[in-house]
Nanobody, 126 residues
Framework: QVQLVESGGGLVQAGGSLRLSCTHSGRTGSRYLMGWFRQAPGKEREFVAALSRSGGITRYADSVKGRFTISRDNAKNTVYLQMNSLKPEDTADYYC???????????????????WGQGTQVTVSS
């Protein structure tokens, strides 16, 4: 069983930055494709970013391209989401997820992910 714990959320002004972290327990960190999703109040959960096992392949939602960066440190079993130039529409609960499927390309569909964290709240004020 894999446990994921997110941290780093908070309140920030528009244009500011935050770095989210997701630490996962269980098997070796490099075993999993990792992703970040978010869910705003009254909206469905949406894909934000995903990363291959080595970190060499990344995928981003169009809404965050050029502003967010996903990365991982497998030695620390930790995945990061650096968020710059934040906008009020980035306000949401952010979730880390792990995909144990033995494929190379990180996935954008939430249903592909096997394990989820509890989420961390990000609020961007205008």
């Amino acid at each position: 069983q894999v446990q994921l714990v997110e941290s780093g959320g908070g309140l920030v002004q528009a244009g500011g930055s935050l770095r989210l972290s997701c630490t996962h327990s269980g098997r070796t960190g490099s075993r999993y494709l990792m992703g970040w999703f978010r869910q705003a109040p009254g909206k469905e959960r949406e894909f934000v970013a995903a990363l291959s096992r080595s970190g060499g392949i990344t995928r981003y939602a169009d809404s965050v391209k050029g502003r967010f960066t996903i990365s991982r440190d497998n030695a620390k079993n930790t995945v990061y989401l650096q968020m710059n130039s934040l906008k009020p529409e980035d306000t949401a609960d952010y979730y880390c997820a792990a995909d144990s499927n033995m494929i190379t390309t990180p996935q954008t569909m939430a249903a592909e992910y096997d394990y989820w964290g509890q989420g961390t709240q990000v609020t961007v004020s205008s």
